[in-house]
């Protein structure tokens, strides 16, 4: 499992771990992939993959701005959007649990047709502009001298496009991955069942 990944996804670097034993998700391939991987960054920092010790923070922290997907998800991913990417117990995909893509820009959550096994060795690799937005990254944000984002960071928007903010590079910025987060949720919260339009307030979140 994850060879074909290893193969096409050598690790850059790799953020420190605390040494505790690696948690038992008792999810299928989940527990080998943060164990062969936790930690790790992928070309240039398109795409990382969460440290166990960081696994109930990344839950909370997509719980907040996803209320509806808590108690179902498991998180092991994020791509250099801070587009965190869990495994969801209430879906499988070819008999394991399937992933999802919580956006925290668009404030969407989105299916992916695979599970962690097919999502790793087969779509990051066959296809991934649609898995990490690759050519953004690269051909737009990489290649205008954007900084790589490091593991606690991410490339967010400035307004995010739930409230109208450009899909753009020019609408983002290097930042902090647990604050822009943090701000997110919060404004996802406030603004879910208002009318299109309505002014909110972000810098009183």
């Not at 290893?6 to 771990?17: C, D, K, M, V, Y």
Request: net charge negative.
């Amino acid at each position: 499992m994850f060879e074909t990944f290893r193969q096409n996804f050598p690790i850059e670097s790799r953020a420190p771990t605390d040494g505790n034993p690696l948690l038992n998700t008792r999810i299928p391939g989940l527990n080998e992939l943060l164990d062969s991987f936790g930690g790790a960054s992928f070309k240039q920092g398109l795409y990382r993959i969460i440290r166990a010790q960081d696994l109930a923070a990344w839950n909370a922290r997509v719980n907040l701005g996803f209320p509806e997907a808590a108690g179902r998800i498991t998180c092991f991913g994020y791509d250099w959007q801070g587009t965190a990417f869990a495994v969801d117990s209430e879906r499988l995909e070819e008999g394991q649990p399937g992933v999802l893509m919580f956006e925290p820009g668009t404030g969407e959550i989105l299916e992916i047709p695979a599970n962690i096994e097919t999502f790793h060795d087969a779509l990051v690799i066959e296809n991934p502009d649609a898995a990490l937005t690759a050519n953004i990254y690269v051909e737009d944000w990489l290649a205008s001298g954007g900084a790589q984002p490091a593991y606690d960071q991410c490339i967010g928007y400035k307004k995010p496009l739930f409230l109208g903010g450009e899909d753009d590079i020019s609408n983002q910025e290097l930042t902090d991955l647990e604050v822009y987060w943090h701000i997110m949720g919060q404004v996802m919260a406030k603004v879910k069942g208002l009318p299109p339009g309505t002014p909110v307030d972000l810098k009183g979140s």
